[in-house]
Structures are given as C-alpha cells and as structure tokens.
C-alpha cells in the first residue's frame, strides 16, 4: 500500500522514475543500528551475546565502540554528533591546558570514552600487544 500510495504520489507530482526510485530506497532502507545506539538496543539473551563477543574481541585486541559510532561520545561538551569535524570540535572542548579551569578532565568512575582509551591502554601495558595477530 505504501509503495503504490508513493508510487501514486510521485505521478501526480511529475517526479521522474530516478527520484521515485530513491524515495522508494529510503523508504525500505534497514535501518542503521549503529547510529541507533548500538548495544543500547538490545535486550536479555542478545546483549549479554553482544557483550560476551565484545569481550572476546577486546581480549585479543580488537576494540569494538559499544555505542555504535564514536559520535555518541561526550554528548555532554555539546560538539554535535555529526561526523563532519566532529574530531576536532571535541578536541576544541576538551582543552589543551590542564593548568585551566576549562580544562576537561576524565571523571571519576570512568565511563564513555575515557574507559574505552583506558581498556585499549591496559591491553598494552599488560603485555598484549606482543600477542597481537
């Protein structure tokens, strides 16, 4: 029913088959876990699977973003989620001076993507790294 009502919609308004044939794309698109949130979106057996494989990955030094997309990280500095430049608007947040009162420290516990650098840092220092594939 929807196709024939886009279908239907895109004769009426004099859109050419290659238009029509992108709505129809977006329209029947899967969608895009990764930006949906990644682990945060499943439940019971499927995330402890998730995290369970995450782990193994993690153990031989692959580091898999459990959000989904590095953009979902420090939401709080207000740099956006776009991908575009958002590398740099972080860093521009975070600071460069420790001495500053500006200055953005890790928090205490860690969380986000301080103790994802942490994990990827005691990989190293226990010696993994001369495990590495």
Partial sequence: EQIQELLSNSKEKGVGYKEFLSR???KVR???YKRMGGL????GDELEDAKSFIAQLKSRGWFVVPNG???SWLVDLG???SNQGWLLRVF??????PELDSYIKPPVPLD???E???NISDWFENGNCTKAI
């Fill in 116 to 118: 994802f650098v942490s």
């Fill in 40 to 43: 945060q979106l499943l439940e």
């Fill in 24 to 26: 129809l794309k977006s």
């Fill in 69 to 71: 997309e590095l953009e």
């Fill in 79 to 81: 740099a956006g989620t």
């Fill in 92 to 97: 521009s947040k975070l600071g460069t001076d």
């Fill in 112 to 114: 986000d993507v301080w």
């Fill in 30 to 32: 899967e969608p895009d």
